[in-house]
């Protein structure tokens, strides 16, 4: 496609390039191993407990990655065996991640608060061989581990970050607060361990070809049960060298900055953004395990003075409604970008008049890898979601199948580009549902695309209900909630949330008079994490239905 096919091109900051390239790097841990080796001397990652606080430098983070690398490569997984990753926002996260790339295995990034019965689904579907798993959350592992492919388990510990007395003391305290349940895996290794024994031997590094798979990451897609999205080193490179493009007015200062990262490194946002784009810059990434203790997290903010800062709608509009937050010095803030749900333009508004700095607002997805588009630093249009970013193309397509150009009608939103996935993991069918013919991905996203070729979202052709951020699917919702005993007929919607955006609101026909609400919601808090777990429960005596018996979610919408 041709450049001039993109005419948001002329929207474009002086010293933002059109394309990036990769050429100077040969696959994404190549890229790791190059910066955790350039920036060495540098603090690269800390976690806040409490009081206590754990940095890593980048050296420490190679060495400790080189030797879960070389743990793992001992326990005889091949190479490509699929090692998924169950921990919260803690310095282990980052050297268990570049270690199971190191040993050329595929990092499956999985939600730590899932179920068992949500773990189940994604380690079978992604055949996962081996899982580092947080202790705080090894109940539910336990639940179904024989139900699933993994034969080798990493558990790490809160405290385990720190070691010695005070981590053990710190682990006496989160298990005397029930906040890790008893769990018995017998042929688990400590993370503590597993470094000590991997530390021994060196691992073997792989040769990765720019086109091999690097993660699968998991997501909805446009409908039904959770896909694993296929990403691989071009994917990923390409996007950070997109949002490292972006980054050009910014003054970023390689070694000096430090990044505030509240999202769960889980999430595809926060994994790429985060985790994996600020290490081309030798910044320090401050992770916070839990963002939703707004005080804690002011006083994370106040002691670390980040100059860089990820987050979403929610997490904004907390800290504007905080006094304390708002009488700290933020003179530091340099960049601050908001993602994975809409930025509300009052919130984006109250933020500048605080900060002095506009909240960027971007578009992406998981199949994106993520980022498809955002506000340019200096041309911020509260309301839109920005222009495509370098290398990206994107075009609206209407329900007649043409094309609409700048300024004309709605359509659906879809993107080409080197982000863009290979495909959903052992999916066909539904990969070839979510690609047109001519080889763009169909977002599922109603917009339009002003004249200047900044872009507006305006609708959802999908069901996908959005819950602060997080993608959550009704075809689930309502398949977990029909196998209840009680349930004859279940429905299930999205309702405007003003602290979520949207909340799961579900209508339940019952099969068995005797079922009450609080039976139901104890069955949801079972079998669905907790942004899943619906907000809002109504019975019914029936469901609208069209003609052929198809439940109207449409008109259940309409209604609320």
């Known amino acids: 496609m041709a450049t001039e096919d993109r005419f948001w091109l002329k929207s474009y900051p002086e010293n933002v390039p059109h394309d990036v390239s990769i050429e100077q790097h040969d696959s994404l841990i190549g890229f790791i191993d190059e910066n955790l080796k350039k920036f060495e001397d540098k603090a690269a990652y800390t976690c806040f407990i409490g009081n206590n606080q754990k940095t890593l430098s980048y ?25 998924a ?23 499956v990034n999985t939600n730590p608060l899932y179920t068992s019965r949500e773990i189940k689904h994604q380690f079978n579907d992604a055949e996962v061989e081996a899982v580092i ?14 139900q699933t492919p993994v034969k080798h388990i990493i558990t790490a510990s809160i405290g385990g970050m720190f070691g010695g007395f005070k981590g053990w003391l710190i682990n006496k305290v989160l298990k005397f607060k029930g906040l890790v349940p008893k769990f018995s895996l017998p042929n688990a290794v400590t993370f503590r361990k597993a470094v000590l024994i991997g530390g021994q031997k060196r691992y073997k590094p792989y040769k990765s070809d720019i086109d091999d798979m690097v993660c699968i990451q998991y997501t909805g ?30 003054d970023i200062k390689e070694g000096r900055e430090v990044m505030l990262t509240p999202l ?7 994994f790429t953004v985060n985790c ?16 939703r203790d707004i005080p804690g997290l002011v006083e994370v903010i106040d002691k670390t003075k980040p100059s860089l800062m990820s987050g979403v709608n929610t997490l904004f509009n907390a800290l504007l409604n905080n006094e304390q937050f708002r009488a700290l010095d933020l003179s530091n803030l340099k960049f601050v970008i908001g993602g994975a749900m809409a930025i509300q333009g009052p919130v984006a508004k109250r933020w500048k008049e605080l900060t002095g700095n506009d909240l960027i607002e ?17 041309k911020v249009q509260v309301g839109t979601i920005g222009l495509p970013v370098s290398s990206t193309y994107v075009r609206i397509m209407a329900e007649n199948g043409q094309v609409q150009g700048p300024g004309e009608d709605r359509g659906e ?12 993991y052992k999916r066909p069918e539904a990969t070839a549902e979510v690609f047109t013919q001519d080889g763009w991905l169909k977002t599922g996203d109603v917009g339009i695309m002003q004249e200047d070729g900044y872009l507006k979202i305006v609708d959802r052709i999908k069901d996908m209900i959005l819950v602060s951020g997080f993608n959550v699917y009704p075809n689930e919702i309502e398949d977990v909630i029909a196998a209840h005993p009680k349930v004859l007929e279940v429905a299930a919607i999205g309702v405007s949330d003003e602290k979520s955006t949207e909340a799961v609101k579900i209508f339940v026909v019952k099969k068995d008079a005797s079922l009450t609400e609080a039976e139901l919601r104890s069955y949801n808090s079972a079998n669905f994490t907790g942004y899943k777990k619906p907000k809002h429960i109504e019975f019914r005596n029936e469901l609208p239905k069209t003609n052929v018996g198809k439940i109207l979610r449409r008109a259940l919408r309409e209604e609320s």
């Open 362 to 378: 971007g578009y992406g997805m998981t199949e994106t890898a993520p980022i498809i588009s955002a506000n340019p630093l200096g």
């Open 264 to 270: 769960p490194m889980y999430h595809i946002f926060s």
């Open 413 to 424: 939103i879809q993107v080409k580009g080197p982000q863009v996935m290979k495909g959903y």
């Open 85 to 107: 990753i169950m921990l919260p926002n803690i310095v282990q996260y980052p050297v268990a991640l570049f270690g199971i790339m190191r040993g050329g295995f595929i990092a």
């Open 221 to 250: 897609g446009t409908t039904g049960v959770a896909k694993g999205a296929v990403l691989t080193n071009q994917n990923l490179l390409y996007n950070m060298e997109q949002m490292k493009a972006w980054l050009g007015d910014a």
């Open 133 to 146: 798993i947080a202790e705080n959350f090894a109940h539910e592992l336990q639940k179904v581990l024989a």
């Open 276 to 291: 994996l784009c600020m290490a081309n810059f030798g910044a320090l990434s401050v992770l916070v395990p839990n963002p």
């Open 59 to 83: 050296l420490e983070v190679d060495k400790g990655a080189a030797a879960i690398a070389s743990y793992l490569q001992g326990l005889g997984l091949k190479k490509g065996a699929k090692v």
